[in-house]
């Protein structure tokens, strides 16, 4: 197979974005390797700061079992959060944009300060202002969500968008984040359920790999930065007029409207 050209992939993935045509996944014609989707990422992420948008943060993605077996990718990844996939509270999904969005239930940690990896889950916490419950809204695009690792990376791990609840309590506020409990319900029906732990073991724990990671690379995350620790449960679609509601146990809900 061909090695993928990086800029070209790139360019793709921003006219299937603006356009809302989803693509099949570019594993299935070219080479792309891990690192090279990264590349991609790297420069759709760029063209995002040229466009006047602010990196605020960072997602984890695949970081359940739930996601990972329903996605069928057996490993996490990162993409990059910026101040205009921010969903106000009260705000509807903006579907209009979007080519097909489903919702999820995440934690989402504000650090206080930078944290350097090669970091571990007591390093992330000590380094963690606050976290709240947030609904995370992927849009794949790529058609019927079908990817592999590279495609979903290149792809900027499906982001489009966050809501973020109300509630931001310091970690030693709460119980341990392993067992705090997550709800999901879609126009008031129970649709999963998980706890913390089901994200890499501990929620700081998919944090720390993102600082491990970056770290590798020379890379930190700045004090400021909005992490969001991947998907708790499967997504849900979001249609016109469905409402979707988290709740985590001491965090309160958050929820949002199709
Ligand atoms: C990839 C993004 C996964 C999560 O929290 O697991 C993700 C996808 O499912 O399209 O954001
Ligand atoms: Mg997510």
């Known amino acids: ?118 970091a571990t889950v007591a390093d992330v916490l000590a380094a963690t202002e606050g976290v709240c419950v947030a609904l995370e809204v992927i849009d794949s695009r790529y058609a019927g969500f079908r990817f592999r690792l590279p495609d979903v990376v290149a792809d900027n791990a499906s982001a489009a968008a966050f809501v973020l609840g109300g509630t931001l309590r310091a970690p030693s506020q709460l119980d341990d984040l392993r067992t705090l409990g997550c709800v999901l319900t879609r126009d008031g029906e129970v649709v999963a359920t998980a706890a913390g732990a089901a994200v890499l073991g501990h929620p700081a724990a998919a944090v720390a790999w993102l600082a491990t990671r970056l770290a590798a690379r020379g890379e930190s995350l700045p004090a400021g930065s909005l992490v969001l620790s991947g998907a708790l449960t499967d997504a849900v679609p979001i249609g016109d007029g469905t409402t979707v509601c988290a709740e985590v146990e001491g965090l309160g809900s958050v929820e949002v409207r199709g």
């Open 1 to 118: 197979m061909k090695r993928a050209d990086v800029h070209q992939v790139a360019a793709a993935i921003a006219v299937a974005e603006a356009e809302r045509t989803a693509l099949p996944p570019f594993t299935d014609s070219v080479e792309l390797s891990e690192p090279a989707a990264y590349e991609v990422q790297a420069l759709t992420v760029a063209g995002r700061v040229a466009r006047g948008e602010r990196v605020i943060g960072a997602k984890l993605g695949l970081t359940s079992a739930a996601k990972q077996r329903t996605m069928q990718v057996d490993q996490p990844l990162y993409g990059w959060l910026t101040d205009a996939m921010h969903l106000p509270l009260g705000e509807p999904v903006p579907r209009a944009r979007l080519i097909h969005p489903r919702v999820e239930p995440e934690i989402a940690f504000v650090l206080g300060r930078e944290l350097r990896g090669p």
